[in-house]
């Protein structure tokens, strides 16, 4: 059973917590699990090459008489496709914002 007084220290505690919350006084802390955005970049460039690969070796199976379905290999060329474009989108999204910031005064 819990007292009126342990209940009282337990939300005083609460508020102590919240209060060093809300200022911003509460130590950063790193999170150790993380991602680095050469890592995340990485594994994004690893992939589309990866759809790229596949969709290459989708249209040469198909191309040598292989029993492959046409709407298979032409989905996969399409994913590949579309991948390569967003990495492109991204990739010039980047370049315009470090332009920016190289043209901002100092």
Same mark, same amino acid.
């Given at each position: 059973m819990t007292t009126p &007084? $342990?209940?009282m220290n337990a939300l005083m505690s609460q508020m102590r917590i919240m209060?060093?919350?809300a200022a911003g006084t509460e130590p950063i802390v790193k999170n150790p699990t993380a991602v680095s955005f050469a #890592?995340? !970049? +990485?594994e994004s460039l690893n992939t589309? @090459?990866? !759809? *790229? %690969? $596949?969709? +290459? *070796? &989708?249209k040469d199976a198909f191309?040598? +008489?292989a029993d492959i379905p046409l709407t298979q290999v032409m989905l996969a060329s399409q994913k590949s496709a579309l991948a390569? *474009?967003? $990495? &492109?989108? =991204?990739? @010039?999204k980047v370049l315009a914002a470090?332009?920016?910031? %190289? #043209? %901002?005064? =100092?």
């Open positions: &007084l $342990t209940d209060s060093s919350q #890592n995340t !970049l +990485g589309v @090459n990866d !759809l *790229q %690969m $596949t969709s +290459g *070796q &989708l191309e040598k +008489g390569f *474009q967003a $990495t &492109l989108q =991204v990739r @010039n470090y332009q920016d910031i %190289m #043209n %901002m005064p =100092v």
